[in-house]
């Protein structure tokens, strides 16, 4: 059984510091099981501590003892339990009162509403302990040690704090509890139902706190996607060790978001929203981090059967020119006899797919390649539906 706990506290505190490791920065993204429910049990508990007999530390000289008495009981508050939740998904990776990014822990609080005048921290991490919120409690307490180890015990009686949250989060055998207080003089924020599942912590990572980075691959082997299709940028998968991972012997299985660059933007264009189709063929992307290289295939092809979200009137016997630009449906049915007049009808609608007579037909990007076999297609001769030339059922007259 192992555990470690530790204390911050930062009175009248009227900002709190950023200090960044000097390196980059980089996204990870993990698992971690909350139970909340467990983690507001301390509610009663630091309460009842508060306001009872036992509410004292020694000073300095661990001969003489302050006595904390009319303490207020402190109001716990939904968002530094946010805080609190936060906290405690970080010291998965980084058992500090230092933030992964390498800032300190009270940049975290930047997420209140409201402007706190004092803040501190309790941390404490067990490996095949600290399951239940008690036995957190009661070695925050510290009731057998002297003045030097009682920072826990002082910052659960400061007079200072008038609100706390807790934090209680899990990855595997290892658990992780957070006591976050402040002084805030709006009213609280009131918690609602306790979060207690599995949930995707993101937490930003410095490189020069990271000390081991293994495994490291794309989290599939080949990307596919549909032609106008965007789907989600790639990531990383790989075991991840920092400065103050603990136990030390332990690893995170992490995803990690990166930047790709595209061979060849003009198959598989890269944005902020992630990889998209721009026409059919195979490229590749690229991306690097902590001194290695990656390259991921990319295959953009036709897309699969996709639902009509529009339908063209049964009277309508012919499109021609650019009829259908402007269209902002990605497939549509229409008319069976329905006769297409110029190679560019299409051009400038979105529209991807046709339903011809019960079938699917799929268009490539300005083109009639796979039109409906008993469609009627006119184009210009050297046009991109001149390809069309001998495809079995289509009537293809050319003009000049």
């Known amino acids: 059984m192992l555990k470690r706990i530790a204390t911050l506290s930062l009175c009248i505190l009227l900002a709190a510091a950023t200090v960044l490791a000097e390196g980059g920065t980089f996204d990870v993204q993990y698992e971690v099981t909350y139970n909340q429910t467990e983690a507001r049990k301390m509610v009663s508990m630091i309460n009842a501590f508060r306001t009872g007999s036992d509410a004292w530390y020694w000073n300095a000289d661990n001969e003489t003892k302050t006595w904390c008495t009319d303490l207020e009981p402190l109001v716990y508050d939904a968002e530094l339990e946010a805080v609190a939740m936060q906290r405690a998904a970080e010291l998965a990776v980084y058992y500090a009162h230092q933030r992964p990014d390498g800032s300190s822990c009270y940049t975290a609080y930047d997420r209140l509403t409201h402007f706190y005048w004092s803040a501190g921290e309790n941390i404490a991490i067990g490996y095949n302990s600290f399951v239940e919120a008690s036995e957190v409690f009661t070695a925050w307490q510290e009731t057998n040690d002297p003045y030097e180890g009682q920072g826990h015990r002082r910052n659960m009686l400061a007079t200072s704090f008038n609100r706390v949250g807790f934090g209680y989060a899990r990855i595997g055998n290892c658990h992780f509890w957070t006591q976050e207080f402040a002084r805030i003089d709006e009213d609280a924020a009131v918690p609602g139902t306790p979060v207690n599942t599995v949930v995707t912590a993101s937490v930003s990572v410095s490189e020069d706190l990271v000390t081991g980075l293994t495994g490291l691959a794309p989290s599939s082997s080949q990307m596919t ?17 920092m400065t103050q991972t603990w136990p030390d012997d332990r690893t995170v299985p992490v995803s990690i978001v990166t930047s790709w660059e595209s061979a060849d933007p003009l198959c598989a264009a890269v944005s902020e929203d992630g990889v998209t189709g721009a026409a059919l063929g195979s490229t590749r992307l690229e991306s690097a981090l902590q001194g290695q290289s990656f390259s991921l295939p990319v295959t953009v092809q036709y897309p699969d059967r996709l639902t009509p979200d529009a339908v063209l009137p049964e009277q309508l016997t012919e499109l021609d020119g650019e009829a259908l630009s402007g269209i902002a449906a990605k497939a549509v049915s229409v008319p069976d006899s329905l006769q297409v007049l110029g190679s560019r009808v299409f051009a400038g609608s979105r529209i991807r797919q046709v339903t011809f007579n019960g079938d699917v037909f799929t268009f ?5 390649s796979g039109c409906p076999a008993g469609m009627v297609v006119f184009c210009p001769v050297g046009s991109v539906a001149d390809s069309l030339a001998g495809v079995s059922g289509i009537t293809l007259i050319r003009v000049r």
């Not at 490539?364 to 009639?368: C, G, I, K, N």
Request: glycine share 4%; hydrophobic share 50%.
């Open 364 to 368: 490539a990007p300005d083109a009639f």
């Open 225 to 241: 996607l549909a032609y106008a299709e965007t789907v989600p940028m790639p990531t990383l998968t790989g075991e991840l060790v």
